[in-house]
């Protein structure tokens, strides 16, 4: 929107969920013209919108939509995404029933609140029958929780899905990728709420393919520093009762982080190595990313590690680290890593969206998944030879190159 404004107002920006808000705008764009458009916004209220007006930063008022009467996307570019072998997405709902990691910026997404809110299972049916006719057959759905505060509901849905697939307007070949907690996967059954276990058999009956699970650390201070609600013993456990339903298995994981220690790095290796991920095709000596409007941001800003603004081209903070063994680890395993970076992205995404064929899948998935096992190998020398009080920079990493 930056070209059609006046110089007044040289951007609009939505903050938070933006379908309101950017039809708001448009409709106002048509009637009163970019000259009077960020005013006319904050007149009328259009909801979610950081303005820079004369000079000055104003919001309007922060609102969430009602899920249950919003419009559908528009999908008239799915079939030449599906072509190109991209990423179809879905989702099934918004907001998490936990929403407490202090990495997460969802509280801020979400106006303050994570609250879990469904989408009509009628409407998740229509749009999975609707990526179906375009061609898609392995959409991505965008849940944060995808089970939320309702086992029942997923139940429910994941039979509707069968349902459609018995009537053929679903394709009976569609699979899901979906995001879990610990928490859903491990849920004990009471009374009339389902177990996790039978969840999950319903959504497999469905055609349920991936599992997202955010493990995050193997280190239990670190666990404790992201206010995470699952432990390593309890990742373990989900982790064994995903695969043992035949799932794939997607992780997240953050390896580094300003205050962590060279032997938080040797524990994390540990669980990796122990929890059967240390081939796994999932890059797993990824960063904190220091977001805005985390709780870790504005705890980060009181222990003073906050080294600088925020990089609008990463959209993360710069930040100091507590421990040099560390850092020094980070830095040259970071350059390390980056001079392989390009083709590892291109492999990877090779392995994700609208493939021709699961075979396809996981033979590029077992291929990254050496390439893992080479980065892994490579750090764990790193973290190895700090721990004996050697210079990472003086280590040769020659033997595991790919």
């Known amino acids: 929107l930056v070209a059609w404004l006046s110089p007044a107002a040289r951007a609009i920006c939505v903050r938070g969920e933006g379908e309101e808000a950017l039809v708001g705008l448009v409709r106002l764009l048509m009637d009163v013209g970019r000259e009077g458009l960020a005013q006319a916004a904050l007149a009328t209220g259009v909801p979610n919108l950081v303005l820079n007006l004369g000079g000055a930063v104003q919001h309007s008022p922060r609102r969430n939509i009602q899920l249950e009467g919003a419009a559908a996307p528009r999908r008239q570019h799915v079939a030449e995404l599906v072509a190109r072998g991209g990423i179809v997405r879905a989702e099934a709902s918004r907001g998490c029933s936990y929403g407490r990691c202090s990495f997460c910026a969802i509280q801020e997404k979400y106006c303050g609140q994570a609250l879990w809110r469904p989408v009509p299972v009628s409407r998740v049916v229509g749009e999975l029958a609707e990526l179906s006719a375009c061609g898609a057959r392995h959409p991505y759905y965008t849940d944060e929780d995808f089970v939320g505060r309702d086992p029942q509901r997923c139940i429910a849905l994941a039979e509707a899905i069968v349902a459609a697939k018995a009537e053929g307007r679903i394709a009976s070949d569609m699979s899901l990728y979906l995001d879990l907690r610990v928490a859903s996967v491990l849920q004990a059954a009471r009374g009339i709420r389902p177990s996790g276990e039978q969840v999950l058999d319903a959504l497999i009956t469905a055609g349920l393919r991936e599992v997202f699970v955010g493990i995050e650390s193997g280190a239990k201070e670190q666990v404790r520093r992201y206010q995470k609600a699952a432990s390593a013993e309890r990742n373990l456990r989900a982790l064994e009762l995903l695969r043992r339903k035949g799932l794939a298995v997607d992780v997240g994981f953050i390896m580094f982080d300003p205050e962590m220690r060279l032997e938080e790095l040797r524990l994390n290796l540990d669980f990796l190595r122990a929890s059967g991920l240390w081939d ?15 709780p870790q941001l504005a705890e980060y800003r009181a222990k003073e590690l906050v080294a600088g603004p925020l990089d609008l081209d990463d959209l993360t903070h710069p930040y100091r680290w507590l421990d040099s063994r560390a850092q020094a680890v980070h830095e040259v395993f970071r ?22 064929c699961e075979e396809q899948r996981r033979f590029l998935r077992a291929v990254l998944g050496q ?18 009080g050697r210079d990472p920079a003086g280590v040769e990493l020659g033997a595991f190159s790919w």
């Open 335 to 356: 350059a390390w890593e980056q001079e392989a970076m390009e083709p590892v992205y291109l492999l990877q995404s090779a392995t994700r969206g609208e493939v021709p």
């Open 280 to 294: 796994h095709d999932a890059r797993l000596t990824k960063a904190l990313r220091l977001q805005a409007g985390t």
């Open 371 to 388: 390439v893992r096992v080479a980065e892994l190998g490579a750090l764990e020398v790193l973290v190895d030879a700090a721990l004996k």
